[in-house]
């Protein structure tokens, strides 16, 4: 079966850097590209970028781009998202998912728990 | 970018009627489309890709249509479990892999 299980709310304040996790199991980890999607409050989901874990092949949203950071470490099945200084408006829920095949011209048919984010002074 | 715009934002319909739920690509997706289900508190589920394709699990009165810029999602005979949040997305060009804004459905 198929698993992501992603790491725990955090709680941070602005300027703060943060990496926040995504554990495969089940499957090839470096055979399938993994995605991050940012949820804000109440609001709809934004696809921020993706990893193919086998070589490290990485591509960002320009809206994105420059903002986080998208990692892997194949040895322990994990992709990783990151920010160097937290801003309030970071505050939301996120996601890691799957591409459902292992061409990257795929939905994502796998998701995570979701990791909330809340940034506040 | 290719910028996904769903219809209506918001959709009212009762228990045991037919939904539609449209979706309109800036540009030609072709048929790499695919459609999203999401409750409060949960990660979306996937429910049609390919524009048409139900996922895995997927009952029967969920159906999708559609290719290059115009795209439906249609539940028939609507349950109580179906009464959630839609998104569409495109997997055609990236970055990024766009999604719509959702339409929320709600009971009348």
């Known amino acids: 079966e198929v698993q992501l299980v992603q790491s725990g709310a955090e709680v941070k304040k602005p300027g703060e850097s943060l990496k926040i996790s995504c554990k495969g199991s089940g499957y090839s980890f470096t055979n399938y590209w993994i995605g991050w999607v940012r949820q804000m409050p109440g609001k709809g989901l934004e696809w921020m970028g993706i990893?193919?874990?086998?070589?490290?092949?990485?591509r960002y949203s320009p809206s994105f781009q420059g903002q986080v950071s998208i990692s892997a470490d194949k040895s322990i099945s994990t992709a990783y998202l990151q920010w160097g200084s937290l801003k309030a408006s970071d505050t939301a829920m996120f996601y890691c998912a799957r591409l459902r095949d292992p061409s990257s011209s795929s939905p994502f048919g796998y998701w995570g728990q979701g990791t909330l984010v809340t940034v506040s002074s | 970018e290719t910028v996904m715009t769903q219809s209506p934002a918001t959709l009212s319909v009762s228990p045991g009627e037919r939904a539609t739920l449209s979706c309109r690509a800036s540009?030609?997706?072709?048929?790499?489309l695919a459609w999203y289900q999401q409750k409060p508190g949960q990660a979306p589920r996937l429910l049609i890709y390919g524009a048409s394709t139900r996922a895995t699990g997927i009952p029967p009165r969920f159906s999708g249509s559609g290719s290059g810029t115009e795209f439906t999602l249609t539940i028939s005979s609507l349950q109580s479990e179906d009464f959630a949040v839609y998104y569409c997305?495109?997997?055609?060009?990236?970055?990024?892999?766009?999604f719509g804004q959702g339409t929320k459905l709600e009971i009348k």
């Open positions: 540009q030609s997706v072709s048929s790499n």
């Open positions: 997305q495109q997997y055609n060009i990236w970055p990024p892999y766009s």
């Open positions: 990893i193919y874990p086998g070589d490290s092949d990485t």
